[in-house]
């Protein structure tokens, strides 16, 4: 199993980026994007259902970030526009293959990407 996460990059406040996530080797049930801010926790953004059908987002970024999957491609996307200066972090995405657990929970998650560097300037 792999997850091969990309897209990050330098951006100025108000600006957009999406975050790419190839996953290989088997389906899961849930996809999803946690971040990681220099000396923080590892914290939940948004996740996705493997039909693409339910998502559910952190308070912080509803409405600016959406998150979706190609089933075809096997990919998940985190769109994230209307950037901050606090939306800074290292993004990872994460996949779990069963339903029981705290979806909102880095624990939960079986298999984690690298990480893609996010950095939003004021």
């Known amino acids: 199993v792999q997850l091969q996460a990309c897209g990050g990059g330098l951006v100025q406040a108000g600006g957009s980026l999406r975050l790419s996530c190839a996953v290989s080797?088997?389906?899961?049930?849930?996809y999803a994007w946690f971040r990681q801010a220099p000396g923080m926790e590892r914290e939940f953004v948004a996740v996705?259902?493997?039909?693409?059908?339910?998502?559910y987002y952190a308070g912080s970024v509803k409405g600016r970030f959406t998150i979706s999957r190609d089933k075809a491609e096997d990919t998940v996307y985190l769109q994230m526009n209307n950037l901050k200066p606090e939306d800074t972090a290292v993004y990872y995405c994460?996949?779990?293959?069963?339903?029981?657990?705290?979806?909102?929970?880095?624990?939960?998650?079986?298999?984690w990407g690298q990480g893609t560097l996010v950095t939003v300037s004021s």
């Open positions: 994460a996949a779990r293959i069963g339903h029981s657990g705290d979806r909102y929970d880095r624990m939960s998650y079986d298999f």
């Open positions: 996705v259902s493997r039909g693409g059908g339910n998502t």
């Open positions: 080797g088997r389906a899961f049930s849930w």
